[in-house]
């Protein structure tokens, strides 16, 4: 075995490697730079670079299809989600330029419970591992704000 697909977990674990650390870095240079110009300047020029990478893949590995311009398609929700996402990061930029990255931050990302919820009651079952790994993430953004909340109590 051991093969091109005995690869893929290590490529699966790379590229979930390399997109954490891109993420939390756009975020964190994204929130200083929101505090000098305004928040939405910050989004739209992150975006356009990811604009302007998602075209060149396309491109480079031919993989465009005309879309289906219908709501059971990917096209219509998928522009209705990048709008929402656009927004979200520009609000996202002007809490981190206006309050304590430490609160905002940690407090943002347990925006990943509203998929995980719609999943559930999808019908998705986690696995013993999974949960585990959810548990320490919510654990997780919850202490990562509280040196915040502590000093901001005072």
Known sequence: MGGASGNLPHMASLLALLSSFLWGSADFYGGKLAKRYPSIAVTGLSQSMGLLFGIIAIVLTSSFHAPDLSWSSYFLPGIVAGISGFLG?????????????????????????IPLTVALINGERPTTLQLLGMGIALIGAFCASGPEIQSGSH
């Open 89 to 113: 990061l520009t609000f996202f930029y002007a809490g981190l330029a206006t309050g304590r990255m430490g609160v905002v931050s940690p407090i943002s990302s347990l925006g990943a419970l």
